[in-house]
């Protein structure tokens, strides 16, 4: 029973050391990356940002912060250790090795006389029949009387000194440090044992597994419901005009279970008499087209109302209700666009791609959302041919300071953007009328908005050229530069309510065939994560070609290089198709900036298959005819759409053509003069 009563007593030190194990060297990392992190800022400090107040750290920002799931457990943690730290302290005084002499306050060694005199000075304090206390009496029984007898009787004396016990030499034993109550299994005990077992062995198991699953099967792992994306792909349609997006875009299943209240009729109402001439609607069948509006459901009612508030700007008709709906489709949108644009790419056709026309759509419309910008600004003005949209993401622009800079032939925002600093500062203090501290907002700004450049080749690795059916790689380094020397950073974004981090899509695709032949997504946030993936990629790459270890290595530490400078490696692959010579365009687009895209032009040779065997597979003579189909599908739908405004990557489409039709390039030749979407 002692020996059971020892090994639960253990059980709070078996438990410390388990927990110290891993939650001590996790506290330590934890704390040095808070004090190795930056503290320079990474988001926009111009006064509209700072009114904004999404930036502002109030104490109860700093508690959210801090209030994580991981930070609250690691506090947790740490109080259930102090308190076993403490529970233990105070354990180890009541549980005491048997110590004869400390017991009668005497050295080791102490003579006979001696070890008689303290039991009697001692018998005089704790003698029941000297002290009446309870306690006095059982500490005298227990440890003076046992001491005593130990240190006088000569046999017990000797097994004392020498094998530290009265009993002699103890015998080995060993113990589970578990408490007592879980080892007593007689009685009431074993009915909690095997509750504890139950609950911890099948039924927690259990619940986790069906929160998991339940939940797997309505979320993707991108927080997106199942139903929303089959939505999407369902309604996405290869020559889906820009403008027409939002309509595929509302149809979400989570703005669906938004929730439609009477109260939230009138608020709607006006909202909808501030926005009615960004809804597409036909003007010369105003009402007919108003009560076709309404008859939609109501959640995509609302839903698209508060998202032209958003482009509009239009929060004043807003109930406080509204308000929360509308924080809450903002909250959304990011991840929803996401996946929508995935939808776009995913393979279509039978060579494999996706559609150029849509996926370009919906970066715009996140584009608007993000800055605020509505839709019809995007339309070719008079002096702009791409429209206010660009200027309009400018803090203190509007559409009368836009007109007064087009007068001094001032009519692109690349313009605007390459102007030195005199130049514009005299531009928007003359003409535009703007103060000292306006200005300093723009220039902010303008020094956050990214400046890419990307370097693009395609080859068939260990190949020379590029054959049909090959499996040509795609190499791209795209490098980002900002005014202010920040890689990664915030948008200027004051009216979008969230913290939204920058996105990047690379595509590489065929503007004349609307076909997305590549894509990826692209981050500038994370350096370490982009390290260890162009790492990796390049690793493999050089072994793959038999390059050796050292110029592996080399190769690893020159794209480590470029990675911290900035830079971010695109890799991929893509089948080869039919002979001939194909104008390809690289799209680098941003989800949040207006007029910060890249376009690169890429021209590839693809060459009658001459090798042997069928690397990738041999593209089908009927392919061609079955993007001839699809072009041809394309001009049907593309005449439902012609009041639409025109997309801004659109425009190059009879450039492409004329193109096409000029001589031919070589394998991977890269035509390095990457034009804005704004030059062109």
């Not at 509302?250 to 909808?272: C, G, H, S």
């Not at 890429?602 to 009927?622: N, W």
């Amino acid at each position: 029973m002692a020996a059971s009563e020892e090994n639960s007593a253990l059980f709070p030190i078996f438990i410390l050391t388990i927990m110290a194990l891993p939650l001590v060297p996790y506290t330590i990392l934890k704390l040095c990356r808070a004090a190795s992190k930056k503290t320079k800022s990474i988001h926009c400090q111009c006064m509209e940002c700072s009114r904004s107040g999404k930036y502002r750290k109030s104490i109860f920002k700093r508690i959210s912060n801090f209030s994580t799931c991981s930070n609250l457990t690691l506090v947790l943690l740490w109080v259930v250790m102090i308190f076993l730290v403490y529970y233990i302290k105070n354990m180890s005084r009541e549980i005491q090795v048997f110590e004869p002499f400390s017991i009668l306050g005497l050295d080791a060694g102490a003579s006979d006389s001696e070890i008689k005199k303290a039991y009697r000075r001692l018998s005089i304090q704790y003698h029941p029949d000297k002290n009446p206390d309870p306690e006095a009496h059982k500490y005298f029984v227990e440890y003076i009387s046992k001491a005593y007898q130990a240190l006088t009787d000569p046999i017990s004396r000797e097994n004392f000194e020498k094998y530290g016990h009265p009993d002699g030499r103890q015998g080995f034993q060993m113990g589970i440090a578990l408490p007592q109550f879980l080892l007593d299994i007689d009685g009431a005990s074993g009915g909690i044992l095997l509750l504890w077992i139950v609950g911890v062995c099948i039924l927690l198991p259990l619940v986790i597994a069906v929160i998991y699953l339940s939940r797997s099967s309505k979320y993707t792992g991108n927080y997106v419901m199942h139903q929303t994306l089959s939505a999407y792909y369902y309604f996405m349609k290869p020559s889906l005009a820009p403008s027409k997006v939002m309509e595929v875009f509302i149809k979400a299943a989570e703005y669906m279970e938004i929730p439609v209240r009477r109260t939230d009729d009138e608020p709607l109402q006006k909202l909808f008499m501030s926005v009615r001439s960004e809804l597409n609607l036909d003007l010369k069948n105003i009402k007919q087209e108003q009560a076709k509006f309404w008859k939609q459901h109501p959640a995509i009612v609302k839903t698209e109302l508060l998202i032209q508030a958003q482009l509009t700007r239009e929060l004043a008709a807003l109930s406080p209700a509204l308000l929360g709906d509308f924080r809450h489709v903002l909250e959304l949108a990011p991840r929803l666009l996401e996946e929508l644009l995935k939808m776009a790419v995913i393979s279509r056709t039978a060579q494999g791609h996706g559609w150029l026309r849509p996926a370009t759509g919906v970066v715009e419309l996140s584009q608007c959302i993000i800055q605020a910008v509505p839709l019809s600004a995007r339309k070719a003005t008079g002096g702009s041919p791409e429209g206010n949209a660009s200027f309009l993401q400018l803090p203190h622009f509007s559409d009368s300071i836009i007109k007064k800079i087009a007068r001094k032939k001032v009519r692109t925002f690349q313009e605007f953007r390459d102007m030195n600093i005199q130049d514009r500062a005299e531009l928007l203090t003359q003409t535009a009328g703007f103060s000292s501290a306006e200005v300093q907002d723009i220039e902010m700004v303008l020094e956050m908005m990214p400046s890419l450049t990307v370097e693009v080749t395609c080859e068939t690795e260990g190949e020379e050229g590029i054959q049909e059916g090959d499996i040509v790689t795609v190499q791209a380094w795209v490098t980002l530069k900002r005014g202010n020397g920040l890689i990664g950073a915030l948008p200027h974004a004051p009216y979008f309510p969230f913290h939204k981090e920058e996105n990047f899509w690379f595509l590489l695709a065929d503007a004349v065939s609307n076909n997305v032949w590549f894509s990826h997504k692209i981050s500038f946030m994370d350096e370490a994560a982009a390290i260890t993936a162009a790492s990796k990629a390049i690793g493999e790459s050089m072994e793959g070609s038999g390059a050796t270890v050292k110029d592996t290595s080399a190769a690893v530490r020159e794209a480590v290089e470029k990675v911290r400078g900035g830079a971010r490696l695109v890799m991929g692959k893509f089948q080869a198709p039919a002979e001939g010579s194909y104008n390809l365009t690289c799209y680098c687009l941003c989800d949040s900036w207006i007029g910060c895209d890249k376009k690169t032009n890429v021209k590839i040779k693809v060459l009658k298959r001459t090798r042997a065997g069928t690397r990738g597979g041999l593209v089908s003579d009927e392919a061609p005819l079955a993007e001839d189909g699809i072009e041809e599908e394309e001009e049907n739908e593309e005449e439902e759409y012609d009041d639409d405004y025109e997309s801004e990557y659109s425009e190059d489409e009879e450039n492409e053509k004329d193109t096409k039709k000029k001589g031919h390039a070589a394998n991977g030749t890269i035509h390095k003069k990457g034009s804005s979407s704004d030059e062109e």
